[in-house]
Structure formats: structure tokens, C-alpha cells
């Protein structure tokens, strides 16, 4: 099960998510575009319930369900289905590394019956991709909630792969494709204590 953990006055609902593999050990030479240094960045940031969680009111919660993992809520006489998955940023510099966004995706009631059903299965990585929406708002210039994703489960007690979709121009896709730098993830670290 994913360790969460506060991460001291990060925004309310933002967590470093943490292990053994929690931190990024950066470069100790200046950064050639900040010129401060970058150690020890954050490896996972994630936060502990899709927004729609956050933004009902605490009457609502008591009626939906919400585990590391997964989130139920009923809302407005429909129930959503989310899930929690990774999107990975390649860091290639100073030495190869991956950012992590652990986030919220909206998906299907029949999506979450399949992933339901396979969650325990050992060969539950094998089960076809799974269409999804993004279901958190992350600090890019353009909205990242309501972006298209496409859901790869991993073996049991890996959280899923999102994939971005190939022709998607956001920001976040061409992050995902080509990867981010050190000064990147930091910027990115420090946009969330905002
Ligand atoms: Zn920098």
C-alpha cells in the first residue's frame, strides 16, 4: 500500500508521497537556468482525493467511499468512480530519473468493474487499457482536469500508468513525451505551495 505522508505546509490536500525512493537527489552544481542549486526535490507528488472529493461538502463524504486507491462518490444523484494512477516525467539529466504526478482519474462504472474485479489477479496487468479523465488540477498554464488519459494497470501493488494521448498538445503531453530537467521539477514543487 503507497505510503502518504504530509509534507509540512504544502496546500491542503497535497502530499508527498514517500518510501524509501521519495526524493529526487538533484545536482550540486548551479543550475544553468536559475543559477541556484537543486537538491533533493520531491520524487512523487500527489494528492490524497480527486478534487470533486475536496469540493463537496463533509455531508457527502460521509456517503462516499475514498481509499489510497480508489474513490466512490455520489453526487447529484449519479455516482462517479475514480482512480489513482502515475504520470511519469523522464528526467534525463544529471542521471536518468522519473518524476511522478500521483493524481485522480475519472473513469467508467463498467471501467471500474473491470479493475475492480482484476485488482487481486496477479496478471491483472494484462487486462486492455482503460479510457479515463483527469480528475486533478495540476499547476500548468492550461487545465489539466477533464484531460483525456489512458489507463495501463501494472501488477498488483503498482499504482497505473496514464498515458497521455499521442496527438494530445498540452503541456503535460509534451512533459511526458520529452521529459522535464531538474529546474523543472523544482519550479513545478514550488508552484503547489502556492
Ligand atoms: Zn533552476
Keep these: ?6 509534507a509540512g505546509r504544502d ?12 526524493v529526487i537527489g ?21 494528492t490524497s482525493a480527486p478534487d470533486d472529493w475536496l469540493a463537496v461538502s463533509p455531508g ?7 481509499t489510497p486507491d480508489v474513490c466512490i462518490l455520489p453526487h447529484g444523484g449519479a455516482t462517479r468512480h475514480f482512480i489513482r494512477g502515475h504520470i511519469q516525467l523522464p528526467l534525463l539529466v544529471p542521471d536518468p530519473e522519473i518524476f511522478v504526478w500521483s493524481v485522480w482519474v475519472e473513469v467508467e462504472e463498467e471501467s471500474m468493474s473491470s479493475i475492480a474485479q482484476s485488482w487481486s489477479d496477479p496478471n491483472r496487468a ?16 492550461q487545465p489539466t482536469k477533464g484531460l483525456e488519459v489512458v489507463v ?15 496527438d494530445a498538445t498540452h503541456t503535460l503531453a509534451a512533459e511526458q513525451r520529452n521529459g522535464v530537467g531538474l529546474h523543472r521539477v523544482a519550479e513545478l514543487a514550488e508552484l503547489l505551495k502556492r
Design 1 to 6: 500500500m503507497t505510503i502518504l505522508r504530509f
Design 11 to 22: 496546500r491542503p490536500g497535497w502530499r508527498k508521497i514517500g518510501g524509501m525512493f521519495s
Design 26 to 46: 538533484g545536482s550540486s552544481a548551479p543550475c544553468a537556468v536559475c543559477r541556484q542549486v537543486h537538491r533533493d526535490l520531491p520524487r512523487v507528488l500527489g
Design 60 to 66: 457527502e463524504r460521509l456517503e462516499a467511499e475514498l
Design 126 to 141: 494484462a487486462i486492455a487499457p482503460i479510457t479515463g479523465w483527469l480528475a486533478t488540477e495540476l499547476p500548468y498554464e
Design 152 to 166: 495501463h494497470t501494472r501488477d498488483p501493488g503498482q499504482v497505473p500508468l496514464l498515458m497521455m494521448t499521442p
